[in-house]
């Protein structure tokens, strides 16, 4: 399926969920053949909210599968085998959801285009109930302990420090869950592009203004300087090495214009690491961003000889 027709059916299918109409987002979404992981995911969450369970748990298994290190679709087929019952496949959706943070406190999905922020505490509070769901309080207790050392909002002490109290009467909590339409968004760039622009405009008759020119056109003469301006010279850029080198772990294939495609083994430079778990890179002369939890820090030694 060509780009532009993707582009068209996910915005449509964004559109309808925006207003509720679920049935409609979905339909939009399912269209769309050798869909990528996020709209795998859009399909999943629509299948959650309109409470298809089994079609959910399909949808983001072919999420995970097709990008394996998307937390996001851990947390929520977690979620699902959760409210089915399945609360070891739950643990262990869980339990790669907050490995894939790879020691972040959150990850922010923003620029990827949801609305939505994963936070370390609140999948660990979720890794806890699940134990608790299979019996093992001790160890509930101890993914509440360290899920409170890592809170970020006033809210996540609260809510964690209430399940403490219900674990120690060996009560379970109510799940954290992901917000109802925190769907990913098509690049909007991309979307503007679907709409016909009018690049030419009219042709407009117009006549010269050169004196006694009787021409008259679409490209009349134009009046000519005897001294134009010298025009300026560019000016010269000195490339050096910059920022911080990082290995790269992991393959990433872009689904922006910010983020830059590289493969596992790559050395980039690390310009700067935002809370949001992106970091701004240069790798070939260009720059983009890569998830930080795909690098790690390497030392490069440089030698110089004479010959």
């Known amino acids: 399926m060509a780009l532009v027709e993707i582009m068209r059916l996910w915005s449509e299918g964004v559109a309808a969920a925006d207003k509720g109409d679920w049935t409609g987002a979905l339909k939009s979404f399912t269209i769309i053949t050798e869909p990528r992981a ?44 959760f409210k089915e019952g399945k ?3 739950a643990l262990q959706d869980f339990v790669r959801c907050f490995t ?4 972040n406190q959150l990850i922010d999905y923003k620029i990827l285009g949801s609305a939505f922020k994963l936070y370390s505490c609140e999948i660990l509070y979720n890794v806890a109930l699940a134990h608790a769901k299979v019996g093992n309080w001790a160890k509930a207790e101890e993914n509440l302990i360290l899920a409170l050392s890592q809170k970020v909002e006033p809210r996540h002490g609260t809510k964690i420090e209430k399940a403490m109290q219900e674990i120690l009467k060996q009560k379970d909590f109510p799940l954290t869950e992901m917000p109802k339409g925190r769907l990913f968004q098509p690049n909007e760039r991309l979307v503007e592009q679907l709409e016909k622009k009018d690049y030419l405009g009219k042709a407009t008759v117009v006549a010269s203004v050169v004196d ?3 021409f008259s056109g679409f490209a009349p003469l134009q009046p000519q300087s005897d001294n134009p301006p010298l025009r300026p010279k560019t000016p010269e850029i000195l490339r050096t090495l910059q920022g911080e080198p990082h ?20 050395i980039v430079f690390v310009l700067k690491k935002g809370n949001d778990n992106w970091a701004t890179v240069l790798f070939n002369g260009k ?17 110089s000889q004479i010959q």
Do not use: W
Request: net charge negative; with cysteine; aromatic share 10%.
């Open 247 to 266: 290995r790269v772990l992991f393959e990433f294939t872009p689904e922006t214009i910010e983020e830059m495609e590289v493969m596992p083994g790559n």
């Open 87 to 89: 609360y070891q496949e």
């Open 212 to 214: 006694k020119d009787s």
């Open 287 to 303: 720059k983009g961003i890569v998830p930080c939890n795909y690098l790690e820090p390497v030392e490069l030694k440089f030698q």
């Open 100 to 103: 894939e943070l790879r020691g």
């Open 38 to 81: 996020k709209i795998c995911f859009n399909i999943g969450c629509c299948h959650l909210v309109m409470g298809n369970l089994q079609g959910a748990e399909k949808a983001f298994t072919s999420t995970v599968e097709k990008d394996k290190h998307l937390a996001v679709g851990y947390f929520q087929r977690g979620s699902v085998f």
